[in-house]
């Protein structure tokens, strides 16, 4: 008799911890535009990173005392930490000059990207519906970028750097995910983070005089930290084709975050644009969970 594929117990606690991550990752960016008018963009990164290298040092020190955790891959430690503060760094300085709900959109082709990253570098076979979803989230980039437009300015490029690196980062994630510990990786990130950004810290130190400037940089550390924690635990109860579709929830937190923050509304254009990419990548995303299961035969009993 054949059995139906079984829903992993974890997989909507998976999609809970992954949109609740999302959330964390609108309020952080949403604060990040709004600090960064005031604060060195690579001051205010150092400080994101020194909360997450403190904050879970703190919950690790009490069970292994100073020393250090153990890790399989100490070379894929440091490159995870190396990508994070790239695609960290090119977002606060993007986020500077655009609009948080256009910025998240953008950043939303990263999974339409690594389909493409697949094909060119891993030799994976690719459908052409895979294909045409690929170039409709470019257009929808275009639709948001306009080149040649009277808002288009170099700086609106940033994402598109941003969307690479932040592509290596959740593969190499997904694969870490599954043997390492997630306290481990969050410990190492941050620490690799804080100490690359520190290089650049005694060249940018600005005085801070206002409360409210310390209170939004403590925030976007603890959403940064909390974050990506929960993005660690989804991605190990949940297969990421499973959990991208939910990723896209991020645009609307986003949109809520810039109108609330910013009077920002997107105009009709842009959000067409965003609109787009969010069909694009959730139907790219169907397609791997429905890819998958045709990969399950019936098991005969």
């Known amino acids: ?51 997450q ?47 948080v709900g ?6 939303m082709i990263t999974p339409l990207f690594m389909t493409l990253l697949a094909s060119l570098t891993l030799g994976e076979r690719v459908s052409g519906l895979r294909w045409l979803l690929v170039i409709g989230g470019f257009a929808g980039t275009m639709v948001i970028i306009r080149p040649g ?11 598109l750097g941003l969307v690479v690196s932040h592509a290596w980062f959740q593969i190499l994630t997904s694969r870490l995910a599954r043997t390492e510990d997630p306290v481990t990786l969050h410990f190492y990130t941050g620490w690799i983070g804080m100490l690359l950004a520190s290089l650049a810290l005694p060249f940018v130190w600005t005085d801070l005089d206002s409360w409210s400037l310390w209170a939004g940089l403590g925030l976007m550390g603890l959403m940064g930290t909390v974050g990506h924690f929960m993005m660690i635990l989804a991605y190990a109860r949940a297969p990421v084709s499973t959990l991208t579709p939910f990723l896209y929830a991020q645009i609307g937190f986003a949109m809520l975050g810039g109108w609330l923050a910013f009077s ?22 169907w397609l791997a969970v429905r890819e998958n299961r045709t990969l399950i035969k019936p098991v005969e009993s």
Not at 73 to 94: C, D, E, N, W, Y
Request: net charge positive.
């Open 1 to 51: 008799m054949s059995s139906a594929v079984n829903t992993h117990p974890n997989t909507l606690a998976g999609i809970a911890l992954l949109v609740a991550a999302v959330g964390c990752f609108a309020i952080l960016d949403t604060t990040t535009k709004l600090i960064t008018l005031s604060v060195p963009v690579l001051m205010a990164l150092w400080f994101r990173f020194a909360f």
């Open 53 to 99: 290298a403190i904050a879970t040092t703190a919950v690790m020190l009490p069970k292994r005392g100073w020393s250090l955790p153990p890790t399989q891959h100490p070379k894929f430690q440091f490159l995870r930490g190396v990508l994070m503060i790239t695609t960290s760094m090119l977002a606060f300085f993007s986020l500077k000059h655009m609009p």
């Open 102 to 107: 256009e910025f998240t959109a953008i950043v």
């Open 149 to 159: 437009g009277e808002r288009f300015s170099l700086a609106m490029l940033l994402p």
């Open 264 to 285: 920002h509304v997107p105009d009709h254009v842009s959000l067409i644009g965003m609109a787009l990419i969010a069909v694009c990548g959730a139907t790219g995303a």
